[in-house]
């Protein structure tokens, strides 16, 4: 076995200590600097900035060619491209339909939505497990299931629907 393999000496410790640690305050910085959505209920979207945030800090703090200043820039551009995406998001209708899943109707009223749970890849176990996390004994008292934006399931009770304006522009779309 090389030497080599086991013992480089003292620089790329050093290295690897100063870009993890420098790495790791600009990431709590950018992250606490872009407000509580950032690490709450994560949309696909969202997810995908996490992995390649991770990504990008796990491979420079490993590289032995990478600067410090290089690192700080790749966080920075990786998170202020999740910024600019939610800026467009929040303005424009076109960017949220091409970001965004709109909410998706599996139940409504009675009728298990078979087309929607198929499309994507559910199955009627799934609505009662919802309805079953959400307190409800029976579908009986559950008025909508929906498949959120975060993939998630969203459980609204008869005792809890209201006018229904929340959901009826999504049944609307499934019919």
Same mark, same amino acid.
Not at 74 to 103: C, G, I, N, Q, T
Not at 110 to 120: Q, V, W
């Given at each position: ?38 690490m709450s209920q994560m949309t696909p ?7 390649? %945030? ?9 590289? #032995?060619?990478?600067?410090?200043? #290089? ?6 551009? %990786? ?21 965004? *899943? ?17 499309? *994507? ?6 609505? *009662? ?9 029976? %579908?009986?008292?559950? *008025? ?32």
């Open positions: 076995m090389d030497s080599s393999m086991i013992w480089n000496g003292w620089t790329p410790i050093v290295h690897g200590a100063v870009m993890a640690t420098v790495g790791y305050v600009v990431l709590l910085i950018l992250l606490r600097t872009s407000g509580p959505r950032t979207l969202d997810f995908v900035v996490a992995v390649t %945030l991770g990504s990008a800090f796990g491979r420079t703090i490993t590289a #032995q060619k990478v600067a410090v200043v #290089q690192l700080i820039w790749v966080l920075v551009v %990786l998170v202020a491209l999740k910024w600019a995406f939610a800026y467009l998001r929040s303005r424009s209708e076109r960017m949220r339909h091409l970001l965004d *899943h709109p909410p998706v109707v599996l139940y409504e009223d009675g009728t298990m939505g078979d087309r929607a749970l198929r499309r *994507h890849r559910l199955v009627e176990a799934d609505v *009662h497990e919802a309805a079953r996390g959400a307190g409800k004994g029976s %579908l009986a008292d559950v *008025h909508t299931v929906l498949l959120l934006r975060n993939g998630g399931l969203g459980v609204i009770g008869y005792d809890a629907i209201g006018d229904g304006s929340s959901v009826t522009p999504y049944v609307a779309k499934e019919r």
